[in-house]
């Protein structure tokens, strides 16, 4: 899955999905929760979860699950 949002600086790839980590403080809605609980999840399942940006040009999020 890809946006076309405000992106953030790869250094901050994993930071992103703690419970309420938010990036860009109260700029942009929301409460940090939803990432944290989609890779959580994944995980739950015994996938991984992963995300790749650019600050100002949008997101891209991976998953995986095992096959079986």
């Not at 999905?17 to 015994?46: M, S």
Request: hydrophobic share 35%; glycine share 14%.
């Amino acid at each position: 899955m890809s946006d076309n949002g405000i992106g953030f600086d790869q250094i901050y790839a994993e930071t992103i999905f703690g419970l309420f980590k938010r990036l860009h403080g109260n700029q942009h809605e929301g409460n940090g929760l939803g990432l944290a609980i989609c890779q959580r999840i994944v995980e739950r399942y015994g996938g991984r979860m992963w995300a790749e940006s650019e600050a100002r040009r949008g997101s891209k999020f991976f998953f995986t699950f095992p096959l079986s």
